[in-house]
């Protein structure tokens, strides 16, 4: 087994990236309606393939998250690139911790996954997170280079709070503003004393 992979015939690749695309699709699908600890069985089920073909393409439920969030996660970094050239260090930072409460707060269970991949290198969603705290450590640069915001503040503290402010919004659904009041509480205490 220690050799490289069996490339399949052409018309199972192509069945193989049809399987993948569809349980991309469903995937997305049934986390976004159950939120992501929804059953695997549900997303192959839904996907028209057995378990096995999901676990083939995905060994776990967190590599399925990081190929379902891959599109979010790289307009992140997108917005990331553009916000460094901002003139302003301090509202860059805020306006990118705001798009990361968002993306973590549209699928439930995703802000409580994300912390935890923040201290598991050896998860996928690593995959995810490692790229977001490099984008987000430049950007935490500036603005403190810029005196808005405390030299001791770290990305990692800032990735946890913001998890934090998308998991509290999640679990009080009824109080839409809350998310961005307690960023607006948050930023307070990061500002340069």
């Known amino acids: 087994m220690g050799g490289q992979p069996e490339v399949p015939a052409p018309r199972r690749r192509a069945d193989a990236r049809r399987n993948y695309g569809r349980l991309l699709s469903e995937a997305r699908r049934t986390f976004a309606e159950q939120g992501t600890d929804a059953p695997l069985e549900e997303v192959a089920r839904r996907a ?3 378990i096995g073909t999901l ?3 995905f060994p776990n439920r967190e590599a ?13 970094l997108e917005r ?3 916000l460094r050239e901002s003139p302003e260090p ?16 549209e699928y439930r269970g995703l802000s ?3 912390m935890t ?20 450590a430049a950007l ?3 603005a403190q280079e810029a005196g808005a915001v405390r030299q001791e503040v770290s990305i990692t503290d800032l990735m946890q709070l913001t998890n934090a402010i998308a998991l509290a919004a999640e679990e009080t659904p009824c109080e839409p503003d809350l998310a961005d009041r307690l960023l607006r509480l948050t930023l307070r205490g990061l500002k340069g004393a």
Request: a neutral charge.
């Open 140 to 142: 935490l640069e500036r």
């Open 64 to 76: 399925l998250m990081s190929a379902v969030f891959a599109d979010a996660v790289s307009d992140l």
């Open 48 to 50: 028209g393939v057995g």
């Open 117 to 136: 991949a923040c201290h598991d290198s050896t998860s996928a969603l690593a995959r995810c997170s490692d790229p977001i705290h490099a984008a987000g």
């Open 90 to 105: 301090c509202t860059a930072l805020v306006t990118w911790l705001r798009a990361l409460i968002t993306h973590a707060s």
């Open 112 to 114: 409580r996954s994300l």
């Open 55 to 57: 676990y083939r393409h």
């Open 80 to 82: 990331s690139g553009a």
